[in-house]
C-alpha cells in the first residue's frame, strides 16, 4: 500500500511543479503586457496554489480508481495503464499551458471554450502570425509535453516498481488494503471543492490584485477552461422573440433617459466619504413605511425622517451575486445568469468603486462570511475594491458562529472601526458593508420577536441603528454619505412571482444629505450608481443600464426585474410579469398591455445579445 500512496503523492507533486511552472512562464511571456516584480510573482503563486490543488485533484481521480481495482485484480497491468493515461494528460495539459500562454498576447483574457469556436477558422488565424512564430510554439508544446510525460512515467516506474509482489495477498489483508485506500478519497474531494466552507472553487479564487494580468496569471488555465466549458452558453442566441435590430433599437430608447445633468442637489458637498450598506433579502414586507411590519425594523423607521428616503425603488433580481451586480455596477440582471460567478464577462464592468477611485477615493469592502462565494472576490477586485475583510479576518470563533459567517453586529463594529481609521486619513473613501445574519437559518444572538425569520430581519435593523448612531458620534460625519438598500427581496411570505418581492428600501443618510426628504421616484437598484455619480459630479457614461433618475432626461420612470422563471416589467400604467418558459404573461395588473411586455421582451432580448458581445 505504501506504493500506491507514493505514487499518488509524487504525481500529485509533479502536476502542482507544472502548474507553477506554467504561471512563472506565462508571467514571462507576457511580460510587456504589465510590469511584475518577484513579490507579483509570489502573489500569482500563493492565491493560484489552490486551484492548482483543486484540478490536480481532478487528474488523480484515474489513477487512484486504477490503483484501487489493482488492489483485487492482482494480474492487472497497473503500469501499462497509468503510462497510457499519463500520456493523453501530458499532451492535453501541454496544449493547455501553452496555449494559454501564446494566445494571451493576443486576446488578452484566459483560455476558454470561446477558443474552440476558432478551430474551424485556423487558416485566419495562421495568417496573422509567421511561420517561424508557429514552428516555435509548436515546439514549445512538444517540449513541455515531453517533459511532463518524463516526469509522471518516471515516478510511476519508481514508485511502483514493486506493487507485483502484493499478489499472494489474502482477501482479508486486500480488503484492508481497500479501507485504506478509502481514506484518501475525502482529501481528494477537498482539493477538488476547495476547502470545507459555503464556497465551492472557482475562478475568481484567484483574483487578488488591481491587476487583472496578474490575477489572470493566478488561475489555473486548465481549471479555467473547463469551468468555463461547463458555463459557456451561446447566451446572444436565446430569448429571440423579435427582430433582433428593432429589439436593441427600442432597447437603447428606453436606456437613453441616462442624462448627468442635476435637477435636484441632494447633497452639499461633491466629495463625501461614501459608505454603502447592502442589506440581505431586505425587502418591503419590514419596513413599515413601505407597508410592511413595523415590528421589525423601528430604527429604519427611526432613521427615515432624518435622510432621504426612496420609496418606489425595485430590486432587479432575487440573488445576491445579481444583485450586487445591479447594484454596484448598475448593470441589468439575468434570469439564467450570474455575471458574479463568470469572471470573463465581468471583468470589464464598470462600477461604484471603480468610478470613485479614479477620483482619488481608496476603496474598501467588508462581509463577514466567505468572501469566495460564487465568484465574489473576483467581482470585487475586479471592479476596483483595494481592501476586502471577510470571515477570515474575524477569530474563528466568531467565523463560526452561524452558517453564513461573523453576525452583523461584530460586522458593524468591525465597520466602525475601519470608518475611524479611515476618518484620520485625507484620502477621500468609499466602504461597502454587506450583511448577512437577515438570512436563512436566520440564528441570531437576539429574540426581540418570537417569530424566527422576522427576528433575525429585526437584528440587522439594530445593528444599522447601532451603525448610524455610532457615526453620528464621530469627528467625520458632517462629511459623510450612508445609502442603505437591499441586495434583493424576502421570500418570507412572498415568492418570485409576487411583485411585492422586488421593492425594497434605499435610504441616503449622513451629514452630507442636505436635508432630509421623501423621492418617489419610480426606479430600480442597478439606477443608485448613475444617480449617485452625478450627484457628486462623476461622469457615469460607462454605465448604460444605469439611469440617473434625477435628471431631465429621465422622462419615462419605468423598471425591469428577473428571476430564474421570469422577467417584470413596470410603469406607470402597471406591471407585467412574463413566464420566459411556459413563454406567456402570468400576471398583468391592473389590465394587460401589449407595450409593457413588447417593452420587456425587447430588454430581456437585447441584454441577452448584449451579453454574447461582453466577453
Not at 497 to 503: E, G, H
Request: net charge neutral; with cysteine; aromatic share 12%.
Amino acid at each position: 500500500m505504501k506504493q500506491r500512496f507514493a505514487h499518488l503523492l509524487a504525481v500529485a507533486g509533479v502536476f502542482i511543479l507544472v502548474f507553477i511552472t506554467g504561471k512563472i512562464a506565462f508571467l514571462g511571456c507576457n511580460s510587456d503586457i504589465a510590469p511584475t516584480t518577484l513579490s507579483d510573482v509570489w502573489q500569482v503563486v500563493v492565491h493560484g496554489m489552490s486551484m492548482d490543488l483543486s484540478t490536480t485533484g481532478y487528474l488523480i481521480i484515474i489513477p487512484w480508481l486504477i490503483l484501487a481495482v489493482s488492489i483485487w485484480w492482482k494480474r492487472m497491468p497497473v503500469r501499462p495503464f497509468l503510462v497510457t493515461y499519463y500520456i493523453i494528460v501530458s499532451i492535453i495539459v501541454s496544449a493547455i499551458l501553452v496555449g494559454d500562454t501564446v494566445m494571451y498576447g493576443f486576446w488578452k483574457t484566459k483560455l476558454d471554450a470561446t477558443a474552440f469556436s476558432y478551430l474551424g477558422e485556423a487558416q485566419g488565424a495562421t495568417n496573422s502570425v509567421s511561420l517561424w512564430f508557429i514552428i516555435v510554439r509548436l515546439a514549445a508544446f512538444v517540449l513541455v509535453a515531453y517533459v511532463i510525460a518524463f516526469l509522471l512515467v518516471h515516478v510511476t516506474k519508481k514508485s511502483l516498481m514493486h506493487v507485483g509482489d502484493e499478489n499472494k495477498l489474502s482477501v482479508r489483508s486486500s480488503v484492508k488494503n481497500s479501507l485504506l485506500w478509502l481514506l484518501i478519497a475525502p482529501f481528494t474531494f477537498l482539493f477538488i471543492r476547495g476547502g470545507w466552507g459555503t464556497s465551492s472553487m472557482n475562478v475568481g479564487v484567484a483574483y487578488h490584485s488591481s491587476s487583472l494580468f496578474h490575477n489572470h496569471a493566478a488561475i489555473n488555465p486548465a481549471f479555467g477552461l473547463l469551468y468555463s466549458m461547463i458555463k459557456d452558453n451561446n447566451y446572444a442566441a436565446q430569448f429571440q422573440y423579435t427582430d433582433a435590430e428593432k429589439a436593441e433599437a427600442l432597447t437603447l430608447e428606453l436606456y437613453a433617459q441616462r442624462g448627468e445633468d442635476i435637477t435636484d442637489t441632494l447633497l452639499t458637498t461633491q466629495r463625501p466619504n461614501v459608505l454603502l450598506v447592502m442589506l440581505e433579502s431586505y425587502g418591503a414586507q419590514f419596513i413599515k413605511e413601505l407597508g410592511g411590519d413595523a415590528r421589525v425594523a423601528p430604527n429604519f423607521s427611526r432613521l427615515i425622517p432624518e435622510g432621504i428616503f426612496w420609496d418606489n425603488l425595485w430590486s432587479n433580481s432575487f440573488r445576491t451575486d445579481r444583485g450586487f451586480v445591479s447594484g454596484f455596477s448598475g448593470w441589468l440582471s439575468y434570469p439564467t445568469v450570474s455575471l458574479m460567478r463568470l469572471p470573463g464577462y465581468s471583468d470589464g464592468l464598470p462600477s461604484i468603486a471603480r468610478s470613485l477611485s479614479a477620483q482619488g477615493y481608496s476603496t474598501h469592502f467588508l462581509y463577514g462570511g466567505d468572501i469566495m462565494f460564487r465568484g465574489k472576490n473576483g467581482y470585487l477586485v475586479t471592479t476596483g475594491y483595494q481592501h476586502i475583510i471577510s470571515d477570515k479576518d474575524f477569530p474563528r470563533r466568531q467565523a463560526g458562529e452561524s452558517k453564513w459567517g461573523v453576525n452583523d453586529r461584530l460586522t458593524v463594529q468591525r465597520t466602525l472601526e475601519e470608518v475611524e481609521r479611515l476618518n484620520r486619513t485625507e484620502q477621500p473613501w468609499h466602504f461597502v458593508l454587506q450583511t448577512l445574519s437577515s438570512h436563512e437559518p436566520y440564528e441570531v444572538p437576539y429574540d426581540r420577536l418570537s417569530e424566527k425569520i422576522p427576528n433575525a430581519f429585526a437584528f440587522t435593523d439594530d445593528c444599522i441603528g447601532e451603525l448610524v448612531d455610532g457615526l453620528k458620534n464621530m469627528p467625520g460625519w458632517e462629511n459623510l454619505l450612508v445609502i442603505i438598500m437591499t441586495d434583493h427581496g424576502s421570500t418570507y411570505r412572498l415568492g418570485y412571482q409576487d411583485p411585492a418581492f422586488f421593492r425594497g428600501p434605499l435610504l441616503w443618510l449622513g451629514g452630507a444629505v442636505r436635508q432630509p426628504r421623501r423621492m418617489h421616484v419610480l426606479m430600480n437598484q442597478s439606477d443608485v450608481a448613475a444617480t449617485l455619480l452625478a450627484q457628486m459630479g462623476v461622469s457615469s457614461g460607462d454605465f448604460p443600464w444605469s439611469r440617473n433618475v434625477l435628471s431631465r432626461k429621465y422622462t419615462y420612470p419605468f423598471t425591469y426585474s428577473s428571476y430564474s422563471e421570469g422577467i417584470i416589467f413596470q410603469d406607470s400604467t402597471g406591471i407585467t410579469i412574463y413566464d420566459i418558459k411556459g413563454n406567456r404573461p402570468i400576471y398583468e395588473h391592473p389590465d394587460a398591455s401589449s407595450d409593457r411586455l413588447t417593452k420587456a421582451k425587447a430588454i430581456l432580448q437585447t441584454s441577452y445579445r448584449q451579453l454574447g458581445k461582453l466577453k
